[in-house]
Structures are given as structure tokens and as C-alpha cells.
């Protein structure tokens, strides 16, 4: 493991503090742990707070600001957030008109998010959620934990905080958050695992000709592995899926193209070109294109590509002035 | 059967076998889930070990309700609310006592493992700790209830959770996030179900 | 050779092809090369071009845009573009008020840029250029090549770039983008080395344990190796030889945390943790601070720390409106 | 000496060359530069290849004006210029002849290092290709004026050019990439005179 860091056991706090250091107005970090919140709290509209796991920077702390989240709870690298945190965190940012947990689909993080709604409600706050699942990588059942919560999650950021920065109230941005959730899909594939710092190895390993198809953002295996093929065809495979989930024909989309840490984006363009070309010829219509990393996975070679049908109302909102460290328009 | 300060003892062993188990516990997980159980575990225990000097004198039920309340603030991911849920619904159930006979234990594990069922909206079969903790319990309880001697029902009953865990190699995960895998995550055990037996062993060895 | 393409004598035609398909508000590709220019030409002030081999992205075609470029030109992966190719961008670009180059300091671009400018002029565009030099790794003589130019350039691009969106004429402009050259400077490290595409193999090999400090921005050898260290130890390694060139103290700097391309952002945040604490121990004070991929390595992992010495014009050019693909101010 | 088929014939075996020692050039450069010498000098070459078809029947000044405006247009990098600055002034040396002798070529040679010099303000003993080719031409200037010989000017002038190459092991760039590298390009020689050093070659190999 070859990593620039002190020690293993203060990777967290460090990269935290290290952030509000970086953004003193945009951020800043309460004592109780790793949790980080708009410099200036903004009252008189419904407080957004999201979080997970380390290691997705800049996710979630880079997208606390203006017309974004309140408040980001960082869990220890790959591990969802305790519910005292996440608590304290709801504690710093409510409002009288409620909050809004914006929820990535996994076992751990929604436990969490419910326990510590659970104490913030006993306090007297309205509390409501989504969750995330965007990952059409792993099929989706009823009698399963569904699918996980990926890059899409960035959108709901975006949508459901321009919309709480209009002023509108919780049922409103849950709705909203709600259309972000049911029209946005997304497929990802890795060239090359990550280290979680405290593991001090890779997740799985791969060969020189390699790669891991259906990855998610955790350094977990994907669906499967097969011989690594050329970007035009690898950018093919994973929008076939995405398409083949819920209709895009017609529609007009926002297309995310998220690098997952290593990947250079140099290979982030190469993959936007063949995917402007893919949609082009299926008569999708893109509206907009956000390639960088936005949800990452570490030191994780690889990329995710993300498609959110819109309408009117989600267009409005996704062009809403937003000015957080990561993620300004 | 045991009193408070055997609790803690016992609660204290877990702690340094889940230290000793840490990497073998992370490299279960690093096959079907995302490499962390035994760090975890491990980050939560060490606190846990940290409380268990202020908690001596304590009742039981206290006790248990301390070491699942450390658990949920401490360890996060889906272990963390599980297990923590786990210990306090057994402290509940167990209650203000000082001493604690078998019939005792199989009220707190009973109390514990529904805690999980509701936390985790799983069932037997989902290939998670559940695996070895309810197969274990039904051994524990059948015996007991024939026999009336714990020691020996608990042998049984982690015979049963050793099972258990052979028997998570053979599903297909449903629950947790190994069922991202699909027909991966087969013939590989769960960590979960590794860990909970793990702690089934510490108290056996020590009753 | 991992990686995310299709072909290696086609790499920086699609890449620049498909960021261009990412952003066609902002810019748009001349049809004579990998040349790119603003989607909308603006009369009426000083036009600014710059560029370099490809393989540093976002820079240069992702700082053209409203505040910054007009032109970005792009070679061939780490090798100068062209004179024809900076020619052509030149002619696209240039107003009555002429053009400026920001060259940075190799052999091979300043040369290319040369001849390129004594084409234009032949033309009658009036053509000055600043040649950045940040680098500090490289002893400074006039006998030699003198240093390199690295992210340090970027500040270039948005100080000079706000200055000519203001309407100033050629020798503003110029004198502007030079004080930043004399106030700015660089030192970077790697953890790993970087594979040209067409070369197939890394440019150097780095032993788990090793580091390799004074590097370049084209996955040439540094100035020496040394056994890798402690985020903090690096980083005050860096920063140590930063301040020893020019005088910073009591000074107000804008901080660049640059990242090579495979450097997860939560490292480049642990290090920007320590740089904070180094400058504010030595009475350095922080006007802004940058935390990204600005200048890389393709994907190389490591990092550079650039330290610009403001002054008030400095300060509100850089804090001046920017619209660019990867810069927004 | 040679006539402008000649020219051609032997253009186009510096561009085989170079293709067949891409790779060898690329890995000198790897270790004091950038490692795309030879990627760089291939694609230009390859460019200068398909152009020559054009050129037969073309004067010899009017060939290498082409090949030096293929080259600066082709490889980008500080060989591009370099390369295509020699070649171009060259031809303007050389003027609209269709047939050259050791006399012409000598003051082609000339003009190509004046126009390198001017382009990269270097000089001999920097470590670049210069330290090939200066050595090379007083050879053949030397050798010619005493004996008339060209061919074995020309040899001399190879053997020179190699022993430029040695030289270069054993100073400090100071032009160039190399130069930030300071003492650690000690002991390796410069992929430039190693291109240049193999033009000469191919030349004499076919006179
Ligand atoms: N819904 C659930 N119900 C019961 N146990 C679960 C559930 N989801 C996960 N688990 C258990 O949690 C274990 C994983 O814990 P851990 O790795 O610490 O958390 P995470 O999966 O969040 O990384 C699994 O091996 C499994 O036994
Ligand atoms: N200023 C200079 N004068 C003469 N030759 C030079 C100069 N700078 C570099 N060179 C030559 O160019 C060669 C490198 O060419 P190349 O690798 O193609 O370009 P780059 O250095 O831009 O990557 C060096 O080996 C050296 O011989
Ligand atoms: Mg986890
Ligand atoms: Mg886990
Ligand atoms: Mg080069
Ligand atoms: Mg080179």
C-alpha cells in the first residue's frame, strides 16, 4: 500500500480537517466527530443531510454549500456513519421546516440514518428520506436489499438542494428528491481494486488484462470479471444496461461520466466521446455532461456512467446556482 | 450460572479474540463484502474495553446495554447497529440482575437476535450472522430444555453456529452486501455469521 | 498498460473530441487539429493561448472559457504541439488587440511557440508571451534550460485571463501574467510513474517503499528518490524548498494542492491538513486555498503544492469571474 | 556523389530506420527526458514517408525544405524544430541542384547545425545532438579537404559522431529535458545524438 498519509488511523479525521481548512467559507467541521456543515446555517429552509462512508471524496463534504447538502457525515473509510454522528449532525442543521436524509442504499448506512432519525424525531424534528439505488449493475428484488446507491446520488444533491434553497417545504424536496431517485440509473466498471487504509491491501485483485464489471463504489467485487475490452466497447456494454432498465427514448438526459479516483480524465473524455455518440444514435437527447470525479472509490482505476432522465422542473433545478467546494454552476 | 463480573470478563475476551480475528474476520469480507468486518469489530470492541473498567458492580442488563450503546457509536456500517441492537435488546430482556442462570442467557439471545431481525428486515437463510445465531439458539434452548444443563447446551449450540457457517457457504446472499454479488458470493462464508460464532465460543470456553 | 481507450494513435483526438461533446457551451475543436477555442469568440480584448503536450488535462483545453483562454492547443501526449497547430489557434483567436502566449518553460514548446508567433507576426497579429518557470525542483542558471514551467501555469491562465477579459491592452496583460510567473512557485513529488500511451510502459520504475521527489509533469524521472515517508514529513520536504526561493513571510499566497491524475482527492486533503499548519506556523497567511487535479500526470499518483505571493491586483484578478469547463470562480 | 533520386531513396531509409529504432530511442529517452523520442521521430518520419512520392523529380534543395516543414509540422516536441529547422536550412544551403557532391553536402551540413544552434541556443559539450553532429562534421570537413574522399570522410565522420554518443555518457545535460535531472544523467547517452548518429549512418551506408 503506497499512500500518501500519516497514519492509518487518522486518515478520516485529517482528510476532514484538511477540507475545512481548504474551504474556511464554504465548510466548517463540528467538534463532535466528522461531521461538516455550511460555514453559514441557513434558515427557513429544509436542512439536506447526506454521508456514508470515507474514501468517495468529493463526496460527501465537497458538496456542502449553496443549493447543495447542510450538513455531511463522514463514517471511517467504507463505513457507514454512526447514528450519534449523524444525529449531531441533524442536530447543527434543522430547521423548523424539517430535514431531508439523502440515504445511499446499503444495510449499514440505512440503519444508521433511521436510528439517528429516530432520536432526532424524539427531539421534535421532522425528519424524512430517500434512498438512493441507481446501480443497475445488481438486480433488483423485492425479497433483497435492492440496489446500491452510486454516483446518481450526486444528482440528488443537486436537485433536492436547489429546490430546498427555493424555500419549499419538506414534502416538496422529499418529492423532488423522490423523481431524482426513480429517473436516474448508473453502471460502473473498475480497471484496477482499491486499498482501504486500515486493510492495508487491495479488495480483490485483478490481472494486467482484466476488468470488474458491475463494481460498486465500496472496493467490492463486481457482477463479473471479464478481458479488458476497448473503451468504445466497454462505455457500450454499460449503457445497454442502463438503457435496457427504464425508458430514455426521447427524453432528455443529464449525463454523468464519474471517474472513480485513478482514473485519468484523459480516458474520462474518451469514454464522453462514444457515449455522446451511443445516445445520439438512440435519440437521446443530452442536456448536460459532468466528467470528473464526483463519487469515487479511493485510488480506484475505473468510471461510472450516469443517466437522469429529466423534465422541466428537474432541468430548472439541476441549472440552479450551486457554490460548494466540488461542485459549483 | 454466571454474575456480572464473569459478564465482563467474558465480555473483555471477546474483545482480544475479535483483535486476534480482526484480519481473518477483514479478509471474509474482502471476498463477498467490502473488506472492513473485522476492523469494524475491532474498532468497536477496543472501545468497549475501555468502558468495561467503569462498569464493574454494574447489573447485567446495565452492562449489556453500555457494551450495544458503544457498539452503535462506535463501529457503523451494518455490524455496528446489528450487534448494538443485538446487546441492548438482550440487557433489556435480561434486566437488573447481578446473576443470570441459562434460562437467563436464552431470554437475552432470543431478545437479541430479534432485535437484529428487526434492525436488519432479515430472515434464516439471507446468508448473514443470523446463520449461525439462530440455529444456535434452537440448539441451545432444545437441549437445555431436555437436559437443564447450560454448559453443555451451549457446546450444542456452537456446534450449531459452526454449521451455521458452513451452511452460509452454500446461499446466495439476500441481505447485506454480499447479495450485491449474486452467485459470487456462493461458497464463501459470512463474516457476520463468523464473527457472532466466534463470540458464542468465547462464552462457551468460559462457562 | 491498463487503460480506459481505444487505440493509442488516437488518444488525444478522442479525448479532445469528447470533452468538447462534454461542454459545447464553453468550447468548441477547430477542424485543423486538436485545437480548441471558446464556443463564442470575444472582440475586444487580448486573446490568450496556451497549450502543451496532452496528458496534463483538465490543462489546457479545460481552462477555455470566459476568464481564462481563448485557446488551448494540444500536442501529442507530452510533446509540444506543432507551430501550424498553435498557428492555426493563433488565427482563430486573435483581435486587434493582439495575443498572448503562455508557454511553459521546455525546449520543445517554447520553440514550437516561437516559430508559431513568427508566423502570426508575419500575419501582423501583435504576439508577446510569458514562459512559466515555477518549478522549483531544478537548480535555476542561465547556462541552462533554467526550470520548468507546472500548475503554477494555471494561475497564469486565471490572473492573465481575468486581466484581458477587463479590456487591458497587450502590455497589461503581459506585465500581469509575468508578475504571476515571478510570484509563483512548485514543487511536486510521485508515488508512481505514468505510462505514455504510445510508449506502453511506465517512464520510470518506483519500488513499493520509494518515492521520487522533484518530478516533472511528464512522467520524467525527478531529482532524486528516496524512501517514501510520512504525508507530513513530504509535505514540509516540499514546502521547505518553496519558501526558501523567494520571500514569503508575512506575505498573503493563494495555495494549489495539485494532483497528478491518480491521486485519490482524500490524500491531497491530509497533505493540504499539514500545508495549512506549515504556513500559519510560519506566518504565511492563506488567501485561498486549491484542492484538485489542475496540471497531471496522466495517471501518475503524487502531487505538487504551488504557492502564489499575492498583492491586491493579484488578489481580485484571481478572485475575478471564471467560466471554464474545469475552473469556475 | 548523389543525385535527388538518391535523395529520396536514402530519406526513406533514415524513416525505416527510425522506425526500426523507435523503440530503442524511446527507452534512451525514458531515462533523461520523456521517453517519446522515438515515438516522436517515427510519426514524423512516417509523415516525411508520404510525401516522398511527391518529390521525385524535385531538386534536392526543394526535398529537404519539404522534409524539415513535414518534420516541424509533424513531431512537435524539441526535435521537431530542431529536426525540421536543420533539414529546411539544409535545403536552402543546398538550392535548387539535382545532383550534389561532398562539397554541397558539407555546406548543408553546416547550415543545418547553424540553424539548430540558432533554434535551440545550445551549444557543443550541452549533451544533445549537437554533441553527434559537430564532432561528425569537422570530421568530414578535415577528412575531405585532405583527401577528396567523401565516402571516407563520411566514414570518419560516423566514427566521430559514435564517439559524440560516448561524450555524451559522461557530461551533464544542461539544454533539454535531461538538464533537470542534473547529475542523475550522468552515464547515459542522449537519445537526440543517437538519432542524429543513425541519420549519418544510413547516409554513409548508402553512398
Ligand atoms: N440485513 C442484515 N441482517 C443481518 N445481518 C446483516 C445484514 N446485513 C449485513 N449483515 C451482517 O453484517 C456483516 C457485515 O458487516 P460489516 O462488514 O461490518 O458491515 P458492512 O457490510 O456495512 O461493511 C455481514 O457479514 C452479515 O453477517
Ligand atoms: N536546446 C537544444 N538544442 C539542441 N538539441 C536539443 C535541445 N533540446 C533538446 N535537444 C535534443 O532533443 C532531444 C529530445 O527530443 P524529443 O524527446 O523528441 O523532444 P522532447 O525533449 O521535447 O521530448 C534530446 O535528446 C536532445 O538531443
Ligand atoms: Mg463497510
Ligand atoms: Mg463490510
Ligand atoms: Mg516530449
Ligand atoms: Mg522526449
Redesign the interface.
Known sequence: M??????VDN?EQ??????V???PNHVRKLDCGNVVVRAHKKEGKVALISGG???H??AHG?YVGEGMLDCAVA???????????IYEGIKAIATDKGVLMVVKN???DV??FE?AAEMAEADGVSVKYVVTNDDV???D?L???GR?GVAGTVFVHKIAGAKAETGADLDEVHRVAQKVVDNVRTMGMA??PCT?P??GKP??ELG?DEMEIGI?I????G??REK?R???E?VTMLLDKIVADIDYSGKEVAVM?NGS??????????????I?DYLTEKGIKIYK???G?YM?S??M?G?SISLLRLDDELKELLDAKADTPAF?A | MTDSNKVIEILKQIGEQIQMEKDFL?ELD???????HG??MA?GFKEVEKKLADLSGKDIGSILKTVGMTL???????????YGTAFMRAGSAIGAKTEMDGGDFIIGMEAAISGIEM??KAHEGEKTMLDALIPALNAIKKSYEENNDFKAALTLGVEAAEKGIEYTKTIIA????A????E?SLGHQDPGATSACLMLKVINSMI
Open positions: 503506497k499512500k500518501l498519509i500519516n497514519s486518515v485529517e482528510m476532514i480537517v484538511g477540507m481548512k481548504a474551504y462512508g470515507s474514501g471524496e468529493p465537497g463514517g471511517a473509510v467504507f463505513t457507514s456513519p454512526t447514528p450519534d454522528q446499503y444495510t449499514g440503519m444508521n436510528m449493475a445488481v438486480k428484488s425479497y433483497t436489499t446500491r480497471l484496477t482501504v486500515a486493510a479488495g480483490f494486467e460498486g465500496h472496493g467490492e467485487p457482477t463479473h479488458i476497448s473503451a468504445d466497454i461520466v479516483g485513478a482514473t485519468p480524465l484523459m480516458e474520462l473524455f474518451i469514454a464522453n466521446n462514444k455522446h455532461t459532468f466528467v470525479n469515487t479511493i485510488e482505476a468510471f459549483k | 477483514t474482502n471476498v463477498i463484502g467490502d473488506g472492513d476492523i469494524n474498532r452503535v457509536s462506535t463501529v457503523g456500517g451494518a455490524s455496528g447497529p446489528l434492525r436488519g439476500t441481505k447485506g452486501r447479495s450485491y454479488l449474486g459470487r
